[in-house]
């Protein structure tokens, strides 16, 4: 998995879904963010600098580089 | 299908094309940008890619002038492949300097030197190549552009991704879009129209077995540009020449001191600028010979080299690559106590769109600048964003009347765009694409020869015949990522042809083309650019002439000093 939420922290801005720059990330009907297309995440790290409430981790998989 | 006119539309809100946006802006009022990510965080910017350091910075003190830039540039690998236009140089040279002064008007953070002056941290001979340069703060290089537009209200289409050209009569009159949010297609009706939708980097599975989605270059590179000018019958060129990165070190080698190493601890770097070959290549090359993997070693840098690392990456993202210094951090390494393996992998074309030096294309009405044309620098695509912004609103000017919308042209690329959130079953565009880019991996990778490429074409288009119309969209993302590979198969299939077309080895410049059947550069090739459009429906490859790789003298530029439509 490359980015996680940690759901106590997160607002349901919506930050992380309105700036996700490949479409990776979806929401449901509460706002709440998860990632659908997770081969498609380029990690850019842009959810995690930009996450107001710090809810984001981007993890490298262990097998890249 | 919805139908919005505006007098100008600019396809892409990266670097290049939010600069295009704020020079036309004061010609014409009326432009739209559409943006396939969010201005935020498309392009190359958007992402922290080449935030870091600027250059060309010339005729400022310390730095050398505009002639002296393309005379070094001319002597140094870059310009040994006899491909690119000296004057396009020179009109870099001339032209970003005052650029950078604007954008650091609009809110661009530059480190001075005591002196208030800007930093020059690159003035040096590199090969007979003289350049400076300056850093900047990273994170301010795309919210200084996004303030700018903000402040000229340019109006940003977001999640709208340009899918193909309208043309009538020959003429570029506007595009289709799709916003990928909700899967409508709307028809931009315009009198000019600037492409600026970065490079082709989405054409290859990198780092084999690993992710496919990650790059050196924005992941939302998938040549939509050069797959739509194609399209339309507009001329690419230089689409063979291939740009190879190593990931981490090319930069922090070059700034901060430590060296590139082979696996025998040999520094056989030192010996690429004598032979005017390009990092790049002489990189490839001695993976070639058995002497990989390789390596950056700062074990022996100095003290001064580690803290101005420290100080640069951690002060808003100014890094380059951000994503580097966090795998560094999470996997534990340090870069005083062991070496940094350079992964080799392309990262895209140097080709794309034949233009003249006012961003015009060979369609009338159709302008490009950024890594769509051939500049590969974020100075080229500042001064080419400039220029193209200027052509085009001039161009306008001209046009009083609307050429109407072909009507026929507007249902097929409905039909084609729309035709997998219709179909009942099928194969997911995603899987098309991991395809494709699993053929160019294996057949037009960064070695070649002649009979993988008729391979690698063969299978291609027995693919495209098999899939195209099997693909099922169960999202508006889906749709996007089929209007994608569209333009990542024509990208596939120019790279292939160009590739094949060019029958000898080009290993100078950042870009090169190493073909195993033809190991060497051939006589008959000096100063010829490969050139393909389309014709009647069939891919038409040829040959050109390019210009004298000489200085230009100031009268020629001169004359093109003043943009013209």
Known sequence: MTATFDYVKCTRCGTCYSLCPLDVIVKDEDGKPSVRYPDECQLCFICQEECPAKAIHVKIPLAFW | MKITKTDLLIVGAGAAGSMAAIKASDYTKDIIVLEKATHRSGGALGIGHFTSEINPLCNIPGGPTSMEFVEGYLSSSSGWSGQERPLD??????????????????????????????????????????????????????????DEVERRGIKIEERTMAVDLLTNDGKVIGAVALNTRTGELTAYHAKAVVLCTGSSSRSYIVNPGKKWFYMRDMGTNSGDGRGMVYRAG????????????????????????????????????????????????????????????????SRDMPQEGHDKWEAYTSDEKNFPDVVLTETYTQKGQDRRKGRYEFESQPIGFLGGPVFNYYGATTLPGLYAAGDEIWQDSLSGAYVFARRAGIA??????????????????????????????????????????????????????????????????????????EWEGRIKADTPHDLMRWAEVRNIMEVAEVHMESSLFRTESVPYGRHFLDRKDYPTQHPTWHRQRVVVKREGGEMKVFKRRTVEQRPPTLEEYEAVKEVKP
């Open chain 2, 392 to 465: 085009a609103s001039k161009y306008i000017e001209g046009q009083d009347e609307w050429t109407p919308i072909d009507e026929k042209q507007l249902k097929m690329i409905s039909d084609t765009i729309l035709a997998p959130s219709k179909r009942e079953n099928g194969v997911p565009p995603q899987e098309l694409e991991e395809k494709v880019r699993g053929i160019m991996t294996k057949y037009a990778y960064i070695s070649k020869t002649g009979g993988m490429l008729e391979q690698g074409l063969k299978n291609i288009r027995r693919i495209r015949e």
């Open chain 2, 89 to 146: 140089k020179y009109i870099i040279a001339e032209e970003f300097t005052p650029i950078v002064r604007e954008l650091e008007s609009w809110g661009l953070e530059i480190y001075k030197a005591g002196d208030g002056t800007w930093d020059n941290y690159w003035h040096k001979k590199i090969g007979e190549r003289m350049e400076s340069g300056c850093w900047v703060k990273g994170g301010s290089m795309k919210k200084c552009l996004m």
């Open chain 2, 234 to 297: 507009g001329e690419l060129t230089m689409m063979e020449l291939i740009r190879t990165d190593h990931m981490n070190g090319n930069v922090m080698a070059r700034f901060w001191g430590g060296s590139a190493v082979n696996h025998k601890g040999e520094d056989f770097l030192a010996e690429t600028y004598k032979k005017r070959w390009s990092r790049s290549y002489a990189m490839h090359e001695e993976e070639e010979k058995g002497n990989g993997p390789l390596f950056w070693d």
